[in-house]
């Protein structure tokens, strides 16, 4: 889920200690505010720091003038089949090609597991918003393909990956039992800082940091609220594909998702946050003497959640429906012209719609 | 008769706001409050029924909420509010879809005015509730936007670097340069609430030129010191939008717009930087109409605050400036205020278009590097204006702390810190312990 979404969440859980309530409502302290940062902790650790430690046994750093397509589908089936070969993992991180301040060409990796091999693409130019400026493919091979020398694992992610701007992907290829290759995408991402166990040690740190300044009992429920806001995000993050390493030191693999959704939805992201904000609301009413207290949390969640979200979806259907009889009207009117007077409305657009996924946005 | 003179003031007010808000740097509380300033003693005679004079300031609000799109995208030069538009503004205006641009922040604008309109029976229902629930968590809530803000910016390295450490140095440039941007702005907060420079007749106006320094003149200066002109504009006739395109982004606008209007201290910026995130928003479009809703119900939302009967919210600078001379009256003035919001934003609409055309000819005619420089000179003289070589020097210490985002490409929000710090702490008791710290009591 998105970074906005962990934090409201976070700061959502906290409210539900009575005493943090009370101490900020009556000592103006900031604990709940501790909710939500340790909620954004988990991708904080990785996306601003992890990612730099992580060592690659192979690089690609395609030139920006020239870049050589085949090269770069070589060096990605080379490191595929060295983990083979070695029984080793192998990691490779892929660079971006720059092409000015707000200008880079776009390549994409494709894993074609029935046929093992790897196909590279290369792309036009995009913005940093990844928008595509049509016609700006290069000249020559722009397409590439390598064969591998073993199988690759059935995939939990889409196949497809852009490498498009800032920090390039990376991927670690490591050998199964069976044989097979299994690729870990972004592997510095979703390890430790991804755990239960983690969320448990830094509310114990917590605790015991802020112990010898306010007492031990009394910074207890830090150490609660900190344990919680981390936990909510790790829990959240297994609604998606990439899952998690739940149980580290104890367990080394990640767990798969529950495939829910991706983190870029924009639907669950803003559900969840409305959710959290009236969860925030309600229990800051409820812990501090407001009248919402003689409101049942019955008829509130009615009011402020079920009803808009019902609204909501019915609206969404309307415009599906209305969607669709417009589609079949451009169809049938489409179909009534020639071809080349079609072609004109195919002018590129200042933005197309793009696909979102949960790897690339957590890379963002 | 009072509805003529109504309808005149919504009428006046719209199009004088409608110039102001091209003007870059005058922002639309400052030329409110010298109105009022001068309109007061006609006030107090009863000369100026006060229905016409909450018509006429309503109707600088929502013209200038909806207009002042239009030198963020075509100057580069925004105020706070507008400050998210101006990146992909700016990289529409050199896709010669500046116009196009301009016009999804005016469809978010009505977008924004027709959700405040629905919402409005429920405001006084709702929002007894939510003050009193909300009211004594304040400081918190502010620490909230301050923790988020930090925390959200991410790295924006290539990771290319042969080792790890230089690696992690080149991404945290930006990371570091946007906690100094926020520390440099909550010391300069402190020293303008607690010291302040501004004569004592412009005492109202003690925030602007910090204001302006912070947003307004860096984006003038790049603009002055990039090589590049905007190529000629297309006019176009209709939008690259669709229905759930204006609802999501409308949606998601309002959302953020309507946090920004009952919290203080949080602006429209920041609603719209909330917004963006609450929604996963991907598409230029989608931001771009969303960051038109946002300001215009952070604006006029905020002010609406004022006249919801039985809740006194006062919210904004026009709020406060209005409430020295009116206390809400109950519904009678509330219908009123949200007619006055119908007319003066379909006005303000087809306004919009116009002047945007106007700005088109003008960079078209002129060159634009030239036009950046009126535009600082112009700025620089409304300052003077305002507050002397104080106030110049004042925006001058400011536009050294709005450059840093410029030079580290790190988020120009930052700046909100000369608020949202020095407020925060107040909030909580520790504003005056600090400010004895910096030696300001």
Redesign the interface.
């Known amino acids: 889920m998105k970074g906005l979404t962990h934090f409201i969440s976070g700061l959502a859980a906290a409210t539900f200690f009575p005493q943090a309530v009370q101490m900020a409502h009556t000592e103006s302290s900031f604990i709940l505010v501790l909710g939500g940062i340790f909620g954004i902790l988990p991708d904080t650790i990785d996306f601003k720091f992890a990612q730099f430690f992580e060592k690659y046994h192979y690089v690609v750093d395609p030139d920006p003038n020239k870049p050589d397509t085949q090269a770069i589908a070589n060096t990605l089936a080379q490191a595929i089949n060295d983990a083979h070969a070695s029984g080793k993992p192998k990691s490779i991180l892929f660079n971006t090609i720059k092409k000015g301040a707000d200008l880079w060409r776009q390549y994409r990796l494709y894993f074609d597991i029935e046929n093992s091999k790897v196909k590279v693409t290369m792309g036009p130019l995009v913005n940093t918003s990844k928008k595509v400026y049509p016609g700006t493919e290069i000249e020559g091979q722009k397409v590439a393909e390598a064969t591998l020398n073993c199988k690759l694992c059935p995939q939990v992610y889409d196949k497809e990956t852009h490498v498009d701007i800032m920090g390039g992907p990376s991927f670690c290829f490591v050998p199964q039992k069976d044989g097979t290759i299994k690729m870990d995408f972004l592997s510095w991402h979703r390890r430790w800082s991804h755990s239960l166990t983690a969320g448990l040690f830094l509310g114990i740190l917590g605790w015991l940091i802020l112990g010898f300044w306010l007492g031990f009992a009394n910074a207890i429920i830090y150490g609660m609220v900190i344990t919680t806001g981390f936990w909510v995000h790790v829990l959240e993050d297994q609604l998606g594909y990439m899952g998690s390493n739940l149980l580290w030191p104890f367990t080394k693999e990640k767990t798969v998702g529950t495939k829910s959704m991706h983190s870029g939805d924009a639907m669950p992201n803003f559900c969840t946050v409305w959710l959290a904000l009236i969860l925030i609301f309600y229990n800051l009413g409820k812990y501090s003497d407001s009248s919402l207290q003689e409101m049942s949390f019955l008829v509130y969640f009615s009011y402020t959640f079920i009803v808009p979200l019902f609204i909501l979806n019915v609206i969404d259907r309307i415009l599906k429906q209305w969607e669709m009889g417009t589609k079949e009207e451009q169809n049938n009117k489409l179909s009534a012209v020639p071809v080349a007077a079609n072609s004109i409305n195919a002018t590129p657009s200042l933005h197309q719609l793009e696909t979102i996924k949960e790897v690339e946005d957590n890379f963002g | 008769m009072e509805m003529f003179g109504v309808l005149a003031a919504i009428l006046a007010g719209t199009l004088i706001a409608a110039v102001m808000a091209c003007l870059p740097a005058l922002h639309i509380y400052n030329v409110a409050g010298i109105a009022l300033l001068m309109a007061l003693p006609a006030i107090k005679a009863g000369i100026f029924p006060l229905s016409i004079v909450i018509a006429f300031m309503m109707s600088l609000v929502v013209a200038y909420s909806v207009l002042n799109t239009i030198p963020s995208i075509f100057l580069g030069a925004p105020d706070e509010s507008a400050v998210f538009v101006t990146m992909?503004g700016n990289?529409?205006l050199m896709?010669s879809?500046g116009y196009?641009a301009t016009m999804m922040t005016g469809v978010g604008s009505l977008g924004g005015i027709a959700f405040l309109l629905l919402i409005a029976p429920v405001c006084p229902i709702v929002l007894p509730?939510?003050k009193?629930?909300?009211g004594?968590?304040m400081?918190?809530v502010l620490?909230?936007v301050l923790?988020?803000m930090v925390?959200?910016e991410?790295?924006?390295?290539?990771?290319?670097e042969k080792t790890?450490?230089k690696?992690?140095f080149n991404?945290?440039k930006n990371?570091f340069a946007g906690l100094l941007t926020l520390i440099l702005s909550g010391i300069l907060g402190f020293i303008v609430l607690y010291r302040p420079l501004m004569p004592i007749d412009m005492s109202f106006q003690n925030i602007m030129p910090t204001f302006v320094g912070l947003f307004a003149v860096p984006w003038v200066i790049q603009n002055m010191l990039s090589q590049t002109n905007p190529p000629s504009q297309y006019i176009c006739k209709t939008l690259?939008v669709?229905?759930?395109l204006f609802?999501?982004g409308t949606g998601?606008g309002c959302f953020g717009g309507m946090f920004a209007a009952i919290f203080p201290i949080i602006t429209g910026g920041i609603g719209g930087l909330?917004a963006g995130?609450?929604?996963?928003?991907?598409?230029?479009?989608l931001f771009i109409i969303s960051q038109g809703a946002s300001k215009v119900v952070y604006y006029v939302g905020g002010f609406m605050l004022l006249f919801v009967p039985g809740v006194l919210m006062n919210r904004g600078g026009m709020a406060w400036m209005l409430s020295g001379v009116y206390q809400p009256m109950g519904y009678g003035d509330y219908y009123m205020v949200l007619g006055v919001i119908a007319i003066s934003g379909a006005l303000s609409f087809v306004l919009l278009s116009f002047f945007s055309q106007a700005i088109i000819w003008l960079i078209k005619k002129i060159n634009y590097r030239l036009i950046s420089l009126f535009t600082f000179a112009f700025i620089c003289i409304v300052i003077y204006n305002m507050g002397g070589w104080e106030a110049l020097a004042l925006m001058a210490v400011s536009t050294g702390i709005g450059m840093i985002p410029v030079f580290f490409h790190s988020r120009r929000m930052n700046c909100m810190g000369v608020l949202l710090i020095p407020v925060m702490l107040n909030?909580?008791?520790y504003g005056t312990i600090v400010a004895n710290w910096m030696g300001l009591l």
């Not at chain 2, 995130?277 to 479009?285: E, G, I, K, S």
């Open positions: 992909p990289r529409a896709l879809k196009e509730y939510f009193e629930v909300i004594p968590h400081h918190w620490g909230t923790a988020f925390l959200s991410w790295p924006k390295s290539e990771n290319r790890s450490w690696r992690f991404a945290w990371l690259d669709d229905t759930r609802l999501r998601s909330l995130h609450a929604t996963a928003q991907r598409d230029d479009r909030m909580a008791g």
